[in-house]
C-alpha cells in the first residue's frame, strides 16, 4: 500500500510541477499553446510518411501493379509530410522560443525587482554568486524547458496516443498487447521521476556553489595574488568542480540502470507484438501485420525520449524552488497613511537595532538633524557609525524606535520616495561596468551632456576625465577598476550632485585618499552638501571641525554630542581622540 502510494504522490510531483510551470508564463500560455499544437501538426505530418510507407507495403503484399499515378500520389504524400514536418516545426519553435524568452525576462525583470526591495540583511547573509547563478543559470533552465522540453512531453505523448487509437480501430486486442508493455513500465517511470526530483534540487545547489566560488575567484584576483593564494583559490574552484562532476556522476550512475530497464521493457513490446502475430496468421490480413508491426516503433520510440524529458521537468523544477526562496522573502513593508516629508531634517527616536538575532548594535539612540545643517558621527570602530547611515538608507529596519524625515516615519515611504530624497557617498565606491557618463548619469538617467559635464566639474572630476583616452566615453572596467581611488570616488560624488538630493550620507569618504586627492574630494564635498542636510561619518577630525553637531559613539550609544570646541572643551572621548590626532602630526619614522 505505500509504494503504491508513492507511486502517486510521485505522479502527483510531475503533474505539480508542470501546473507550477505552466502558471508561470502567464499571459503567454495562449502563445504557448499555438505552439504545441503546431507540434501537434508536426506530430501528424510525420503520421503521413508512416502512412505513405504502409501503403507501398501493403500494395506489394497484395501484389497490386504499382502505377505512375500512385506512385506520384505517393511521392506528393511523402513531399506534404516532409513540408508539414518542417513547416510546423519552425512555427513550433518560433512561438515557443518567443515566448519561453519572454517569460525568462519577466521572470528576471521581477526577481530584480523583489531584490532591490528586500533588506540588505537577505543580500548580506546570502552568497551574490549564488543570487547571480539564480538571475542566470536558474531562469535559462526554466527558458529551455519551455522552449523544448514541454512540446517534446506533448509530441511524445501525442504521436504513441494517436497511432494506439489507429491501431485499436484496426484490431483492439493488438492495441492491448502494446498497452501491456507501457504499463509495466510505468512503476520505472514514477521511480526514475521519483530518482530526478530527489537528487536534481541537490544538484542545482551544488551547481549554483560551483558558479558562486568561481565569481568570488574572479572578483578577488588581486587579493588572490597580492597575498600568493592563487594556488589556493584553484584549489577552492576545482573542489566545487569536483562535487558538481561527483553528484553528476551519482546521478548518472543512479539512474542509468532504471532508464535502461525502462527502455528494454518498453522495447520488449515490438517482439511481444510480433509474436502475437505469429499467432493470429490466419485470422489476419499481411497488410494489416505489416501496418502493425511497422507503427509499433511510431509508438515506442516517442516513450523513450519522454524519459529523458522527465529529468528536464525535475531539473526545472528545482530551479523554479531555488527562484521560490527568493521570491518568498519578505520585502520592507510600506505603511501607508502619513503624508509625505515636508523637510529634509533627520530624526532618531529611541532607536535600537541588531542584525538578525545577534547583540544590539544601537541601543536607544535619539538624535535630531535640522534641515540644511550637518551632523558628524565619530567613534571606535563597530560603534555603529555605519549602521545609523543604513538605518536612515533603510537597507534595514530598526528592532525599536523611529527614523524619520521632514516628520515621516521611513516605514511610510515608497522605495522610490525614499531614493530620491537621498544621495548616499561610500567609503568603497562601486562604479558599473560602462563609460564615465553611465555612471555619472545613473542618478539620472534622462541628464544631458552638459548637465552631466557640469556634475563632474563641480566634483572636480571634468579635468581628469578629459584627460583619458575617451573622454567622457571611457569604460571603467569592472567596479570602476580602470580609475584609481580618488578618480572613482570624484565620479560617485559627480553622480550624488547630479542626482541632487535634499540628504547627502558620507561614510568616510575621504578615509584613506592622498592630501591631492584629499583636498579635490573636499572642494567636490563643500559643492556637493552645500544648501543639503549632510551627515557624514568620518575619522579624519580635521573634516568635521565646522559641524553644526558632532555626535560621539561608544558601544552603540551617544555618549558625548556638541560642537567641535565644546566636545574638546569636555576632555572626554573626542578630546582623547582630537589629542591622539595632533600627536600623530609628530609621528616620524626613523
Not at 500500500?1 to 510551470?21: H, P, Y
Not at 524552488?321 to 533627520?346: N, Y
Request: aromatic share 6%; charged share 20%.
Amino acid at each position: 500500500m505505500s509504494a503504491q502510494i508513492s507511486a502517486l504522490r510521485a505522479v502527483t510531483a510531475e503533474f505539480g510541477s508542470l501546473k507550477r510551470l505552466w502558471a508561470l508564463c502567464g499571459d503567454l500560455r495562449s502563445e504557448l499553446r499555438l505552439a504545441l499544437f503546431f507540434r501537434v501538426l508536426q506530430s501528424f505530418s510525420l503520421g503521413l510518411a508512416y502512412g505513405g510507407v504502409i501503403q507501398v507495403a501493403t500494395h506489394s503484399m497484395n501484389g497490386v501493379p504499382m502505377s505512375f499515378g500512385w506512385a506520384m500520389q505517393i511521392s506528393l504524400l511523402m513531399v506534404l509530410s516532409l513540408a508539414g514536418q518542417l513547416l510546423f516545426s519552425y512555427l513550433s519553435v518560433r512561438r515557443a522560443w518567443d515566448a519561453s524568452f519572454q517569460v525568462g525576462k519577466a521572470l528576471r525583470l521581477s526577481l530584480m525587482e523583489h531584490l532591490k526591495r528586500l533588506p540588505m540583511g537577505f543580500h548580506l547573509g546570502r552568497h551574490k554568486g549564488d543570487t547571480a547563478t539564480a538571475l542566470t543559470t536558474d531562469v535559462s533552465i526554466i527558458e529551455s524547458f519551455l522552449s523544448d522540453a514541454m512540446a517534446k512531453i506533448v509530441q511524445a505523448i501525442v504521436l504513441p496516443v494517436t497511432v494506439l487509437g489507429f491501431i485499436a480501430s484496426q484490431d483492439v486486442w493488438f492495441a492491448l498487447t502494446f498497452l501491456i508493455s507501457v504499463v509495466t513500465a510505468l512503476p520505472v517511470a514514477i521511480y526514475i521521476g521519483v530518482k530526478f526530483g530527489s537528487i536534481g534540487a541537490e544538484r542545482q545547489e551544488v551547481q549554483a556553489n560551483a558558479g558562486a566560488v568561481m565569481i568570488e575567484y574572479v572578483q578577488g584576483i588581486r587579493v588572490i595574488r597580492a597575498f600568493n593564494q592563487i594556488a589556493r583559490g584553484q584549489e577552492m574552484f576545482r573542489a566545487a568542480l569536483d562535487q558538481f562532476r561527483a553528484i553528476s556522476i551519482q546521478m548518472v550512475l543512479l539512474l542509468t540502470l532504471p532508464m535502461l530497464s525502462f527502455v528494454i521493457v518498453v522495447m520488449l513490446g515490438v517482439p511481444v507484438v510480433a509474436a502475437a502475430s505469429g499467432m493470429r496468421l490466419d485470422s489476419l490480413q499481411p497488410s494489416t501485420l505489416v501496418t502493425i508491426l511497422m507503427l509499433s516503433f511510431a509508438v515506442y520510440a516517442p516513450l523513450i525520449n519522454l524519459v529523458a524529458v522527465l529529468e528536464r521537468i525535475r531539473i526545472a523544477d528545482a530551479s523554479l524552488g531555488r527562484l521560490d526562496q527568493i521570491l518568498q522573502e519578505k520585502p520592507l513593508p510600506v505603511i501607508a497613511g502619513q503624508p509625505a516629508p515636508t523637510s529634509s531634517s533627520v530624526s532618531f527616536e529611541d532607536v535600537s537595532f541588531c542584525y538578525d538575532d545577534g547583540p544590539e548594535v544601537l541601543s536607544h539612540v535619539s538624535f535630531d538633524v535640522p534641515a540644511n545643517s550637518m551632523t558628524a558621527i565619530v567613534g571606535p570602530s563597530g560603534s555603529g557609525k555605519t549602521t545609523i547611515l543604513s538605518l536612515l538608507a533603510r537597507f534595514w529596519d530598526v528592532t525599536a524606535g523611529t527614523v524619520s524625515i521632514g516628520g515621516t516615519d521611513l516605514r511610510h515611504l515608497e522605495v522610490t520616495q525614499l531614493n530620491a530624497l537621498i544621495s548616499v557617498v561610500f567609503q568603497d565606491v562601486y562604479l558599473f561596468s560602462g563609460s564615465i557618463k553611465d555612471n555619472i548619469a545613473a542618478a539620472r538617467p534622462d541628464a544631458t551632456q552638459a548637465e552631466i559635464e557640469a556634475a563632474a566639474r563641480a566634483a572636480q572630476a571634468h579635468e581628469f576625465i578629459c584627460e583619458l583616452p575617451d573622454g567622457y566615453d571611457t569604460d571603467v572596467g569592472e567596479g570602476g577598476a580602470r580609475l584609481s581611488g580618488g578618480e572613482r570616488q570624484r565620479v560617485s560624488i559627480a553622480r550624488a550632485i547630479l542626482k541632487d538630493a535634499p540628504i547627502v550620507l558620507l561614510d568616510e569618504a575621504t578615509a584613506a585618499l592622498d592630501p591631492s586627492n584629499d583636498r579635490a574630494l573636499q572642494e567636490a564635498l563643500a559643492e556637493l552638501t552645500r544648501n543639503k542636510t549632510l551627515i557624514v561619518v568620518a575619522h579624519k577630525l580635521s573634516t568635521i571641525e565646522a559641524a553644526d553637531q558632532i555626535l560621539v559613539l561608544e558601544a552603540g550609544k551617544i555618549i558625548e554630542r556638541g560642537t567641535h570646541t565644546e566636545l574638546v572643551s569636555q576632555e572626554g572621548l573626542y578630546a582623547r581622540m582630537n589629542a591622539r590626532k595632533t600627536d600623530a602630526k609628530n609621528w616620524r619614522i626613523t
